[in-house]
């Protein structure tokens, strides 16, 4: 079976991953799509990203990095069973650390994936 990416949807239907994709221009939402494909193909293949593109942040959130023309955005995400990659959000970046409120708010996202699937 190979990896799959998923995303935390709400109780409203709000998908808050796909609500940040529409935030952006169009080519920045291939690039990031072009970055999840390539994060499902290193693990399909058993390879981890290099740091420059995903790193583990804290307690089994990560984050993808993709720079596009004049942004740098970040997507978090979890791993599941099952070979899933569960993104939570994303946001544009304005500092050079990853904003703990961030981190949280993906925290709290998975919280609730893993109590409503």
Request: net charge positive.
């Amino acid at each position: 079976m190979d990896w799959i990416a998923d995303y935390v949807k709400l109780g409203s239907g709000r998908i808050p991953f796909r609500d940040f994709l529409n935030s952006l221009d169009i080519d920045s939402k291939l690039d990031i799509i072009a970055a999840i494909d390539e994060l499902i193909e290193w693990k399909n293949n058993n390879m981890l990203l290099p740091p420059s593109k995903s790193k583990h942040l804290r307690n089994r959130i990560f984050e993808m990095r993709v720079r596009h023309k004049n942004i740098i955005t970040r997507s978090l995400y979890f791993f599941v069973e099952g070979k899933k990659i569960v993104f939570t959000h994303g946001f544009v970046k304005k500092t050079e650390k990853t904003p703990n409120s961030e981190i949280e708010k993906a925290e709290r996202l998975r919280n609730y994936y893993l109590l409503n699937r």
